[in-house]
């Protein structure tokens, strides 16, 4: 093809023919340059291809993150309302008064557990990390994702917070309170932990009245929590219906 023009340059300028040879000139400018904005076209078409099927990709990785964060925040959720509810149910008994009878409830409970979030967001972090977030082409969701993974931080920084209080609140020194009774139980039974820890049994002890608070502070600790859990899942249930929405 580059021959055949060359012969044609070669044959106006033999015969003279300035006038055609220049417009003959222009005319190849002008078809390079055409050919050059159809490769640039067809470069860009392809690469906004690529763009578009990674971006495919990337947000049905995020759905899937998302189910399961949803599915370990149904998980925490649920255990925090089992542990919830036999807390109330103790904390019940626990202003009547604990007896012989039903003290074993007591130094077998567990009236908090100290849980992180531990959610996923390796795909979040992949979609930064490549600059992808920000080709969505979706402000809207761009915006979404970006607010549901700041809650995700923030509220497991506050889980972290809440848990730290609960903690702080609770009588944690083997060598009193429920933590001695609790042991001595677990190393020699009921009787022995009753005959070491009679405040147990004695309402008006500065044990007791502790072991009250404890309660107060578990059981407020374990709502909290699990508020804050059912939030991020109706979050994340939103997120995933805009995700699919642009699929549709």
């Given at each position: ?5 060359r012969?044609i ?9 300035t ?13 390079v ?10 470069n860009?078409w392809?690469t906004d ?6 971006r495919?990709?990337?947000l049905?990785?995020l ?11 149904f998980f925490?959720?649920?255990?925090y309302?089992?542990?919830?509810e036999n807390?109330l149910s103790?904390y019940?008994?626990l ?9 074993e409830?007591?130094l077998n409970?567990s009236?908090y557990a ?5 959610l996923?967001?390796?795909t ?5 990390n ?5 080709k ?5 969701l ?5 607010a549901y993974?700041?809650l995700?931080?923030r509220?497991n920084?506050?889980?972290?917070k809440i848990?730290d209080?609960?903690v ?10 429920i933590t001695?009774?609790?042991y ?11 005959q070491?820890?009679?405040w147990?049994?004695?309402k008006?002890s500065e044990?007791?009245?502790q072991l009250?608070r404890e309660?107060?502070?578990a059981?407020?600790?374990?709502y ?11 979050e ?7 995700i699919r929405?642009g699929?549709?």
């Open positions: 093809m580059i021959k055949f023009f012969k340059r070669k044959n106006l300028l033999s015969e003279e023919k006038g055609k040879y220049f417009k003959y000139a222009i005319g190849e400018i002008v078809l340059v055409i050919g050059i904005l159809i490769a640039l076209s067809l860009n392809n291809r690529q763009n578009k099927n990674i495919t990709q990337l049905l990785k759905d899937i993150e998302l189910q399961s964060n949803i599915d370990r925040l925490l959720s649920d255990n309302e089992e542990l919830k807390n103790l019940d008994t202003l009547i008064g604990i007896t012989i009878q039903n003290a409830k007591y409970s009236t100290s849980n992180t979030l531990n996923r967001s390796s979040y972090e992949q979609m930064k490549t600059g992808m977030l920000y969505l082409n979706s402000d809207s761009l915006n979404a994702i970006e993974y700041k995700c931080e509220e920084y506050y889980i972290i848990n209080g609960v702080l609140n609770t009588n944690i020194d083997i060598n009193k309170g001695k009774a609790k001595d139980y677990e190393a020699k039974g009921l009787d022995y932990a009753l070491n820890n009679a147990l049994l004695n008006q044990e007791y009245t009250i309660f107060i502070h059981i407020g600790g374990l909290n929590v699990q508020l804050r859990c059912n939030r991020i899942i109706d994340s249930k939103s997120l995933k219906e805009l929405e699929f549709r």
